[in-house]
């Protein structure tokens, strides 16, 4: 039987987080605008329009020259 990693006592490196820009309205329209989205699915369509080019930023482990698998 398989017994996933959160009921072995293990943590979760790094939090899923996402930062969002809300203009306009005063503040307060603005926090329940933020508010609506929190914790909820945003399909990627609903963000990006159909062949969209974006820019995406990745850092690696940085294993130097030591490969995946070592001897």
């Known amino acids: 039987m398989f017994v996933g990693w959160k009921n072995q006592g293990l943590k ?5 987080l996402m930062a969002i820009q809300v203009n306009g309205g005063d503040t307060a329209a603005m926090f329940d605008f933020a508010n609506s989205f929190f914790e909820k699915n945003i399909p990627v369509d609903a963000v990006f329009p ?15 020259y030591e490969d995946v698998v070592t001897r």
């Open 12 to 16: 979760q490196k790094k939090g899923h």
């Open 50 to 64: 159909k062949d969209e080019m974006i820019d995406i930023i990745g850092i690696t482990k940085g294993k130097g």
